[in-house]
T-cell receptor
Framework: GDSVTQMEGPVTLSEEAFLTINCTYT??????LFWYVQYPGEGLQLLLK?????DKGSNKGFEATYRKETTSFHLEKGSVQVSDSAVYFC?????????FGTGTRLQVTL | DTAVSQTPKYLVTQMGNDKSIKCEQN?????MYWYKQDSKKFLKIMFS???????INETVPNRFSPKSPDKAHLNLHINSLELGDSAVYFC??????????????FGPGTRLTVL
């Protein structure tokens, strides 16, 4: 079946540091790929998405590029802020459902 | 202006009880979902409904029964609650069925604690 693998957290960074959260997927066919973010005490929100190979999704300074050759969709941000502290979920969408990774907690400190 | 709402936000109950969680979306979406998030934050789909019809039923115990009175509502009823049912349950909706390109909008979650 489909699966999504994310790097284990927590990831702790100082403000203005560079962020990478790795995500790889296995899927039959060509999935759409998503990053969702969950702030403390809230539900998940879409952060960005890409629907085909080589597409780059971007939002709020975060970026991820759909790499079919490496089956990856790594999340990056050049300069994190304390307000970015949250849990980040990578997901692949095929057929009739989303498959989520296990989530990566990001903690940004001053 | 809440897009996807769930009630209650917190639910604490004894083992063996029956409880329900309600979900409503005002986005006009055709598809709704229930997810379970365990204590390690792992998120797994349980059910999805499209226009009141069941589309996905993952390997969920029969004690869980979703009910969709109309396409704006998808309620989750749980019979004979067990300790392992303790989790956060998220409702979500999307315009179209599935995860190909469509964004899913999530509710705030219901934290269920079974004692």
């Amino acid at each position: 079946g489909d699966s999504v693998t994310q790097m284990e957290g927590p990831v702790t960074l100082s403000e203005e540091a560079f962020l990478t959260i790795n995500c790889t997927y296995t899927a039959t066919g060509y999935p759409s790929l998503f990053w969702y973010v969950q702030y403390p005490g809230e539900g998940l929100q879409l952060l960005l998405k890409a629907t085909k190979a080589d597409d780059k999704g971007s939002n709020k300074g975060f970026e991820a590029t759909y790499r079919k050759e490496t089956t990856s969709f790594h999340l990056e941000k050049g300069s994190v802020q304390v307000s970015d502290s949250a849990v980040y979920f990578c997901a692949s969408g095929t057929a009739s459902k989303l498959t989520f990774g296990t989530g990566t907690r990001l903690q940004v400190t001053l | 202006d809440t897009a996807v709402s769930q009630t209650p936000k917190y639910l604490v109950t004894q083992m063996g009880n029956d409880k329900s969680i309600k979900c409503e979306q005002n986005l006009g979406h055709d598809t709704m979902y229930w997810y379970k998030q365990d204590s390690k934050k792992f998120l797994k789909i349980m059910f999805s409904y499209n226009n009141k019809e069941l589309i996905i039923n993952e390997t969920v115990p029969n004690r869980f029964s979703p009910k969709s009175p109309d396409k704006a509502h998808l309620n989750l009823h749980i019979n004979s609650l067990e300790l392992g049912d303790s989790a956060v349950y998220f409702c979500a909706s999307s315009q179209e069925e599935g995860g190909i390109t469509d964004t899913q909008y999530f509710g705030p979650g219901t934290r269920l604690t079974v004692l």
